[in-house]
């Protein structure tokens, strides 16, 4: 069996793997330059290659753990004692333990209290089913008070989902309570967060070696324009060069509206979930700095003049030696769909952004800056609105032999790369099996 595969992010290249370890040879088709989707790579200064986008990999990301160990990086796993902030009225504080949390001025005893118990509450929950029929600010209002959702939830929903966030259902917020929990170990409660030495750019390299070596195809500068039945049993592609390629079965990765590009025949009722999903877009400056602006690895905003919904120092991650003393820093805004903030020149994103930093740091300025940039992508998070699970289409489409697995069968979570891996077991496992 000859297996296609649209789309050369993790999710394809994951995919790649498993059919591999089945036995199966199979082609990956890029439309970009190079592989990678959101886990590319950047080169920061010459030297420093990192990530475009910020990642970090839990204690318990079991599955994206497996898989580095299977392309022989597990021994380049490290993990470091991280710490959480909020910035609140103009200051800065550390939550990373109890003492800290108890000593939180922004909330009041008895709603730090009802915070704490109602987020060991979550962390017990298992019934994701009921928290889907449920708007996410009923719920957080419920569980943890009004105070409480104004001053700590509403600005947190607001970072990660933009206007979008009185759509969600509370399952979303649900599975990121539990997975966040997860990362805090022994009786201490210490939070654990780590990456590869060299980041996903070691691991796309690695990626791309076993798959070469085992026989396998990747083509870059490859978009698919349309698929179709061939003559025979398999199913076709038209490139974007306009060359042909036909398979014995084919699997998308891509975004939704690139599916319903690429098929042009797609049944109605198919066309009509996948376009009734919508993705969150981001916006991402990163900056390598002359120095650290906080100790925390994320910094939760809850000011709602800031331009961008979150503060990410990865140097509290990243191996030490490959700063050199200088401080990374992801700034992220994410977008809901057709929001003209993410047209903006990066010249003016970068100014806005900066122009942030230098009011809330007074230690920060301009000439603090070594390198900067912006990184964009459309379609990233999509938002898991209320019965958000009924939209979900099987792998297995109605046209033979072509399947498709991307970020929207990601269910109460949002996106990482762990439930990218567990996704890409399961479509080879769906792609192998006998009609």
């Known amino acids: 069996m ?43 200064i010459p030297g420093l290659c990192w990530d475009r986008f910020y990642h970090v990999i839990l204690s318990t990301d079991q599955e994206l753990l497996k898989f580095i160990d299977e392309i022989g990086l597990a021994q380049d796993v490290q993990f470091t004692k991280t710490k959480t902030g909020f910035y609140t009225n103009g200051q ?69 989902l933009g206007s979008a966030k009185n759509e969600a259902s509370a399952a979303l ?8 929990y997860g990362t805090r170990h022994s009786s201490s409660k210490t939070e654990l967060m780590g990456c590869v030495n060299g980041g996903y750019y070691a691991i796309l390299q690695h990626v791309s070696e076993y798959l070469l070596k085992n026989g396998n195809t990747i083509l870059v500068n490859h978009g698919v324009e349309e698929i179709g039945s061939s003559n ?7 490139c974007q060069d306009g060359k042909s390629l036909n398979f014995d079965r084919l699997i998308a990765t891509t975004p939704n509206p690139a599916i319903v590009k690429m098929w042009p025949d797609m049944p109605q009722d198919m066309r009509s979930s996948l376009e009734s999903v919508r993705y969150l877009s981001i916006l991402c400056a990163t900056l390598l700095i002359k120095h650290s602006l906080t100790p925390f690895y994320i910094t939760n905003l809850t000011d709602m003049n800031l331009p961008f919904t979150g503060l990410i120092e990865s140097s509290h991650v990243i191996p030490a030696d490959l700063l050199d003393g200088n401080a990374l820093i992801y700034l992220p805004r994410y977008l809901p ?41 459309a379609f990233v998070q999509p938002i898991q609105e209320v019965g ?34 567990r996704l890409a077991q399961k479509a080879a496992d769906v792609v192998t099996q006998v009609h």
């Not at 300025?365 to 912006?374: A, E, G, H, P, T």
Request: proline share 3%.
């Open 388 to 421: 958000y699970s009924e939209k979900i289409l099987p792998m297995k489409t109605p046209l033979k032999n072509f399947y498709f697995v991307n970020t929207t069968m990601i269910l109460n979570s949002t996106l990482n790369n762990n439930q990218v891996i």
């Open 92 to 160: 800065l504080y550390s939550m990373s333990n109890t003492m800290e949390f108890l000593s939180f001025k922004p909330l009041s005893l008895i709603d730090k209290l009802r915070l704490g118990v109602g987020i060991l509450y979550a962390s017990k929950l298992e019934n994701w089913k009921r928290l889907e029929k449920i708007y996410v600010k009923s719920w957080l209002t419920r569980v943890f008070g009004r105070r409480n959702y104004e001053k700590m939830w509403e600005p947190l929903l607001r970072s990660k």
């Open 232 to 238: 025979g049993e398999g199913i076709r592609v038209r």
């Open 337 to 377: 769909p057709g929001d003209p903030f993410y047209e903006e020149a990066d010249e003016h994103v970068l100014k806005n952004f900066t122009e942030a930093l230098s009011r809330m740091f007074r230690n920060f300025s301009k000439n603090d800056i070594i390198s900067q940039c912006v990184n964009r992508e």
């Open 2 to 44: 000859h297996v296609g595969i649209i789309g050369g992010g993790m999710m394809g290249l994951a995919t790649a793997v498993y059919l591999n370890k089945k036995g199966i040879n199979v082609t990956i088709l890029e439309k970009e330059g190079e592989i990678g989707g959101l886990s590319r790579s950047q080169e920061i």
């Open 173 to 180: 917020i649900w599975a990121i309570i539990k997975r966040y």
